[in-house]
């Protein structure tokens, strides 16, 4: 069983340790690695530490379109996502997937009976 992490829209899973590729990701001004930027509040989902960020599509031929956000990879002492309304969350040395969760409408929902 994968690892797995939810922070307001994100989901953060734990996947088997890979090489950067594809196209590395640099942090911002403030030197936060953010993960994603809410588009009213402005709040975001960012990382202080020291971590590599890269969005490599190959990676993530699983995951629905739209929804890849990149990979990190953290190497040494833990790194912290934070975000201004939700529980920080605190990832280990490994490589992680982060993308954005799917919001389901109730049109979505589908009853099953036995």
């Known amino acids: ?3 797995m992490y939810a922070q307001g829209d994100l989901l953060i899973e734990r996947v088997d340790d890979v090489c950067p590729s594809g196209t590395m990701l640099s942090p911002d001004a403030s030197g ?4 994603a930027e809410g588009e009213l ?24 379109g739209g929804l890849y956000i990149g990979h990190v990879k953290v190497e040494g002492a833990p790194a912290t996502i934070q975000h201004q309304e939700h529980a920080p969350i605190a990832l280990g040395e490994g ?6 969760q799917r919001e389901l409408e109730p049109r979505d929902a589908v009853i099953v009976a036995d």
């Open 1 to 3: 069983m994968s690892v």
């Open 32 to 35: 936060a690695m953010v993960l």
């Open 41 to 64: 509040t402005g709040h975001r989902h960012a990382i202080f530490e020291r971590v590599t960020m890269f969005r490599d599509d190959a990676l993530a031929r699983d995951v629905p």
């Open 95 to 100: 490589t992680y997937r982060v993308r954005r």
